[in-house]
C-alpha cells in the first residue's frame, strides 16, 4: 500500500535549519559562513567561477618547463611595469641636460635607485630574451597551428612591441649612446620608401631631433605601449584559456578503449 | 524587424540604437582627433632657421677644413648643437655651379648612412664615420662604405663681413640641390621619388 506524505507542518512547528558555520557552542566559523572579506567581495562580484576557469583548467599529457616561457615574460614584463612606475618618480625628460641628471641622481643618490634602475635596465634585456625564447618554443612545437593562429598573432604584435618599448627606452638615459642610438635607429625606419621620411618626422616630432623628441619617446614608452600590452596580454591569456594549451609534438593521441566502437554504432 | 505600422522601415528601436551609435561615434571622435592632430602636428609644422655668423672670410682656407659648431635646435643646449665643416670654394676642384650661397662650403658632419658624426682626417683629406666605415673624399662625395649620398651641406652666404651658416640642404652625387633629407635615403635616380620632400624642413626664402 503506497505511503501517503505527511500533512505539511505549519511554519512555525518545522525544525529550524542549522546556519551555515553554526558549530553548536554559540560562536560561527566565517570560512564556513561564508562571511569573510573574500566573499563578501566575490558575492557581489561572481569572478571565482571565472578565476576558477582560468586557473583550474586541464592540460595535456607531457608538458614540461618550457611551456613556462610565456608566464617568465609576462612576469619580466609585470616586474618592467613596476620598477618603470617608481622609476618616472624621479625621471625628468627634459633634453636639456635635466634627464641625464635626474637619470644619474637615481643611480647614485636615490635609496636603492640603483637597484630599481639596474632591475629596469637587466629586466628589459631579460624580458627580449624570453619572449624570443617563447617565440622559438611554440613555432618549434608547432603550437601555432588552427585553433591557434590569432594567439600566434597576438603574440607577434606583442614581440614588436616589446621591441619597440627597447628603443623608446634606450633613449631616456640620455646619453652619448641613447642619443646616437636613437639618431640611427629613427634613420634606419626612415630609409622606409615613400612614408618612412614622414614616419621619422612623427618619431622626433620635427625633421630634427629637437626638444620634444625625449618627452615624446617618453610618453610612447611609459603610456601609450604599456597600455596596448597590457591589453593584449590579456587577450592572449584568454585565448590560452579558451583554446587550451597543445600538448608537445611527441605526444601521440591515444584512443580511449571504447570510443571506437562507439562510434561506429 | 516590423514597424509598428504598416510600411515602417526603420522603427523606434533602431532609430534609437542609431542614435545612440551615433552619439557615441561623434564623442569618441571629439577627443580622438584632436589628439591625433596634436601628435601629428610637428610633421607639418616649418621650422624656422636664422642665419649664424661662424666667422671671417679670411678664417676659411680653401685646402682644408674649418670646424664650426652651429646650433640647429634651439633650447636644448648641447643636443641642438652639430658640426659643420667650412671651407672656401676652391674653382680648381668645386665643379658645381657657383651661386651666392656657395663662395663657402659648409659640409654637414652627419653621415649619410645612418647619421653617425663624420670626422675630417686632414691627414688623409677624407672624412671617416666611426659606426660603419663610411669615407667621403675631400668634396664630401662618397668614395667608400655604406653612405648612399654625398655629405649633406648648408648654405653660406656672406653678410656685413662675416660668413653666416643657414640651412641645411640635401645633394645627390651630382651635387644637385635637393631639400633636406634623412640619412639612408639615397637621391640619385629613383630615390628621390621614394623618399619625397617632408613639410616640416626648413626653406630658404626667397630674397
Not at chain 1, 639596474?118 to 617565440?135: D, N, R
Not at chain 1, 588552427?146 to 633613449?171: K, N, Q, S
Not at chain 1, 615613400?194 to 620634444?212: K, V
Not at chain 2, 643657414?166 to 635615403?185: A, I, K, T, W
Request: with cysteine.
Amino acid at each position: 500500500m503506497p505511503k501517503l506524505p505527511a500533512p505539511p507542518l505549519p511554519k512555525v512547528l518545522l525544525p529550524k535549519p542549522k546556519r551555515p558555520g553554526d558549530n553548536g557552542n554559540g560562536a560561527v566559523d566565517p570560512v564556513e559562513a561564508g562571511i569573510t572579506v573574500v566573499d563578501w567581495v566575490d558575492e557581489r562580484m561572481g569572478l571565482s567561477p571565472g578565476i576558477r576557469w582560468m586557473l583550474f583548467r586541464k592540460v595535456p599529457r607531457g608538458i614540461n618547463w618550457a611551456y613556462t616561457l610565456g608566464s617568465a615574460t609576462m612576469f619580466a614584463f609585470l616586474s618592467q611595469a613596476v620598477t618603470g612606475v617608481f622609476l618616472a618618480m624621479y625621471y625628468r625628460p627634459d633634453a636639456n641636460g635635466g634627464a641625464y641628471e635626474s637619470i644619474r641622481y637615481i643611480t647614485d643618490d636615490a635609496f636603492l635607485g640603483q637597484f630599481v634602475r639596474g632591475m629596469h635596465k637587466w629586466g628589459a634585456s631579460v624580458m627580449i630574451i624570453l619572449i624570443f625564447l617563447h617565440m622559438g618554443r611554440v613555432f618549434f612545437f608547432g603550437a601555432y597551428k588552427y585553433p591557434r593562429e590569432l594567439t600566434w598573432i597576438i603574440g607577434v604584435v606583442l614581440l614588436i612591441l616589446t621591441l619597440a618599448m627597447g628603443f623608446t627606452g634606450y633613449l631616456l638615459p640620455f646619453d652619448q649612446r641613447s642619443y646616437w642610438a636613437t639618431i640611427v635607429g629613427v634613420n634606419i625606419n626612415g630609409t622606409g620608401p615613400f612614408i618612412g621620411p614622414y614616419l621619422s618626422d612623427f618619431l622626433r616630432a620635427g625633421p630634427e631631433f629637437g626638444a620634444t623628441t625625449l618627452s615624446r619617446f617618453y610618453a610612447i614608452h611609459m603610456l601609450l605601449i604599456p597600455g596596448a600590452i597590457a591589453a593584449l596580454i590579456g587577450a592572449h591569456l584568454y585565448l590560452i584559456t579558451k583554446l587550451g594549451i597543445s600538448a608537445p609534438p611527441w605526444i601521440k593521441v591515444e584512443e580511449e578503449p571504447g570510443v571506437a566502437e562507439k562510434a561506429e554504432v | 524587424m516590423p514597424g509598428a505600422f504598416e510600411g515602417e522601415t526603420v522603427t523606434r528601436r533602431r532609430l534609437m540604437g542609431l542614435t545612440v551609435h551615433t552619439a557615441g561615434g561623434i564623442t569618441a571622435a571629439a577627443f580622438t582627433l584632436p589628439a591625433l592632430g596634436f601628435a601629428l602636428g610637428p610633421l607639418f609644422s616649418r621650422e624656422p632657421f636664422d642665419w649664424q655668423p661662424i666667422g671671417q672670410p679670411s678664417d676659411f682656407p680653401n685646402n682644408t677644413y674649418t670646424t664650426k659648431v652651429i646650433t640647429i635646435v634651439q633650447g636644448i643646449g648641447s643636443a641642438g648643437k652639430t658640426i659643420a665643416y667650412v671651407r672656401a670654394r676652391n674653382p680648381s676642384i668645386d665643379t658645381e655651379h657657383e651661386d651666392q650661397y656657395n663662395h663657402f662650403i659648409a659640409l654637414s658632419s652627419r653621415c649619410m648612412h645612418l647619421g653617425c658624426p663624420v670626422r675630417f682626417v686632414a691627414a688623409a683629406q677624407r672624412f671617416i664615420c666611426p659606426c660603419h666605415g663610411g669615407v667621403y673624399d675631400f668634396r664630401g662625395m662618397v668614395s667608400g662604405g655604406p653612405p648612399v649620398r654625398p655629405l649633406d651641406r648648408f648654405y653660406t652666404r656672406v653678410r656685413n663681413g662675416l660668413v653666416e651658416i643657414g640651412p641645411r640642404y640635401s645633394v645627390n652625387s651630382e651635387l644637385q640641390r635637393f631639400s633636406p633629407r634623412d640619412p639612408g635615403e639615397p637621391l640619385d635616380g629613383i630615390g628621390q621619388y621614394l623618399y619625397p620632400k617632408r613639410f616640416s624642413t626648413s626653406v630658404l626664402p626667397k630674397d
